[in-house]
């Protein structure tokens, strides 16, 4: 019966687009870390009253992240296709996909890293420039590992804002399981494989959270660990 449902190479499809989609994930969401955690510690060590004070450049930076977080990601996608096609040198498949994700969701997670950061005592920046801490040191030994939790969380919401983002990729030619879902499960009247896919999008999600969750607290107890000892 299950083999009627879902054929070998209806399988064969489900776990090749499944693989395309962990793909654009995990790149995508690489690339936002490398590109969007300097670009959130900018946008705290740069704003009023911090140790790199940058009125001007502050608010140019968050003028330019607030208009892409704006910006509807179906809309992004085409209005970007020239970069597209520039760095990639087309428009159409996985790695094509990877250039807007990446530019969706790199200014989401420069804002739920700045808010991490945010968050850290001001006084252990003002004691550690009291002591003498050049503005690097106190971004790698203060506000970074003070804020990890906070990141690590942030990083948690990213990839699963990254999983739907992709979905919707596929839907205009960037392949993966939202590709899979549209082409079967909606054009060929296919419902149960519409129904695969959610599952196995749900179970990514969840598989995702869970883990982001058990890092996020296993950081925050260390730091707690180190607290103490200190």
Do not use: C
């Not at 994700?101 to 850290?120: G, H, Q, S």
């Not at 419902?191 to 999008?201: D, Q, S």
Request: proline letters at 5%; glycine letters at 8%; a positive charge.
């Amino acid at each position: 019966m299950l083999s009627d449902l879902f054929p070998p190479a209806l399988v064969a499809l489900l776990v090749d687009s499944l693989q395309q989609t962990l793909t654009m994930v995990a790149v995508s969401a690489l690339l936002s870390t490398v590109i969007g955690l300097p670009l959130g510690v900018l946008l705290v060590v740069t704003s009023r009253g911090q140790f790199l004070e940058r009125p001007w450049f502050n608010k140019v930076i968050g003028t330019a992240v607030n208009l892409v977080r704006s910006t509807p990601f179906i809309i992004l996608m085409v209005a970007i296709i020239p970069f597209t096609r520039l760095v990639v040198g087309t428009t159409v498949g996985t790695f094509a996909a990877v250039v807007p994700l990446t530019v969706a969701i790199t200014p989401l997670y420069a804002r739920l890293a700045e808010a991490a950061m945010r968050e850290v005592d001001q006084s252990l920046i003002e004691a550690a420039e009291s002591m003498g801490a050049s503005p690097l040191q106190i971004i790698f030994k203060v506000l970074l590992p003070e804020a990890l939790p906070g990141i690590v969380a942030g990083q948690t919401v990213t990839l699963v804002s990254l999983i739907g983002y992709s979905a919707m990729a596929g839907t205009v030619g960037g392949g993966g399981l939202g590709d899979l879902g549209i082409r079967f499960g909606y054009q060929r009247f296919m419902p149960e494989v519409m129904i695969a896919v959610v599952v196995v999008l749900v179970a990514i999600v969840q598989t995702v959270q869970v883990t982001g969750d058990i890092a996020a607290r296993a950081v925050n107890h260390r730091i707690a660990r180190s607290r103490r000892a200190a």
